[in-house]
């Protein structure tokens, strides 16, 4: 069963979209990893995260596009990067990583409510 939250519970979760400025292999992750550069607007400006995307997308796949972002997490450590966000995805039935997306043009920066 899932855990029931509120209303205020989720709102304080900062999702954002975003679009992917740059995108490179992040050769000291301890699983294949890339490190994003995603602008989220002129309010949050670039954020850079590393996500462990490789198996459905390379590098050059990605820049310009859109994902959904958290962006009011602490930022995390790892390795020599300085995490900024969560860029957000589902698992598939292997166990890799589809990216969140919005469906259509949403400008960088807009809000999930």
């Not at 390379?58 to 959904?68: H, I, N, Q």
């Not at 790892?78 to 166990?95: K, M, N, Q, W, Y």
Request: glycine share 8%; hydrophobic share 40%.
């Amino acid at each position: 069963m899932t855990n029931t939250i509120t209303w205020d519970d989720f709102t304080r979760v900062e999702l954002r979209v975003g679009r992917v400025l740059e995108a490179r292999v992040f050769p000291d992750a301890r699983k294949p990893a890339y490190i994003l550069h995603v602008d989220f607007g002129p309010e949050i400006g670039m954020r850079k995260s590393s996500a462990q995307i490789t198996d459905h997308y390379t590098p050059e796949s990605l820049v310009g596009r859109l994902v959904v972002g958290v962006v009011n997490f602490p930022p995390k450590q790892i390795g020599p990067l300085r995490s900024e966000c969560l860029v957000t995805g589902f698992h598939d039935a292997d166990g890799h990583v589809w990216l969140c997306v919005p469906d259509g043009e949403v400008a960088p920066g807009t809000r999930l409510l």
